[in-house]
């Protein structure tokens, strides 16, 4: 068993069921965000499924210069502070500098380190600092034994609010695989593991100027880490993937949402048994 990490009301880890955190890739817009997040605490209340709200204020590793980042630090964290007071849900976004983190911890419940910076010894200790959970993407490069030097990093300064998610490894140019005993292995570690099931069928880079991805396998992967045994699971949804700004062809669409997450819940009903 894990142990049990807060994220406002919300408990990830331990006995408590399995958890979600989805949004939209980035904050497209203040009113497209409270409708996301309006539709996604009706569905998550419906299927008896904890809730946390995920978008990004800046998405500072896009492939291309010239693509969108979002609304920025100030009005990012506007949007996410009005989504967390209107719908009563946590928010977790990511920091990518250090001057976003204090700032940050003000609003999120969540810190998330992104996969590419899960190495970075003195972001992930000044997020720890904050008393915030943090969550931790595992680097695609890394192999799973290999979190454990971030757990450290952050344990180091007195955080063990902590949360890791699994997102695959790089597997040639462009793609990503998922190894499913990279589950149990992070969860060795006595922490909290999500399952990152929109990010694993990414393709970095893979349209050249933009990621591309196969949100078809989207399911498949879900169910297959539920059935391994997973604390959460974090999705990038949106109401028309095809016209995201950020990721679309690795998201989940709004409306195949509630039937997926009816098929987790019991496949987690039969593991937990």
Not at 69 to 81: D, S
């Amino acid at each position: 068993m894990t142990r049990e990490v807060p994220a406002g009301k919300v408990r990830i880890g331990g006995t408590n069921p399995l958890a979600l955190i989805a949004g939209p890739c980035v904050i497209e817009s203040e009113h497209s965000t409270l409708e996301a997040a309006e539709r996604l605490v009706r569905i998550t209340s419906e299927a008896g499924i904890p809730f946390v709200f995920k978008s990004s204020y800046d998405k500072a590793n896009r492939s291309s210069a010239k693509s969108y980042r979002g609304p920025g630090l100030a009005e990012g964290l506007r949007i996410l502070a009005r989504v967390k007071k209107e719908f009563s849900v946590p928010v977790l976004s990511d920091v990518h500098r250090f001057e976003e983190i204090g700032p940050a911890a003000e609003v999120l419940d969540i810190i998330q380190i992104p996969a590419f910076l899960s190495r970075q010894t003195d972001l992930l200790i000044a997020a720890a600092r904050t008393g915030r959970t943090v969550n931790i993407k595992k680097g695609q490069f890394l192999a799973p034994w290999d979190i454990k030097n971030a757990v450290e990093k952050v344990a180091s300064a007195g955080n063990e609010n902590i949360i890791l998610t699994e997102r695959g490894v790089s597997f040639g140019y462009n793609n990503l695989v998922v190894d499913m005993r990279s589950l149990p292995i992070m969860r060795s570690t006595g922490f909290p593991v999500v399952f990152d099931a929109t990010h694993a069928v990414q393709m970095p880079g893979g349209a050249g100027t933009a990621s591309s991805g196969d949100r078809q396998y989207v399911p498949h992967l879900t169910r297959a880490a539920a059935a391994v045994g997973i604390d959460g699971l974090f999705m990038e949804v949106h109401a028309c993937p095809d016209k995201a700004l950020c990721d679309g062809p690795n998201m989940l669409s709004l409306d195949e949402l509630p039937g997926l997450l009816r098929q987790v819940r019991e496949i987690e009903r039969i593991v937990k048994q």
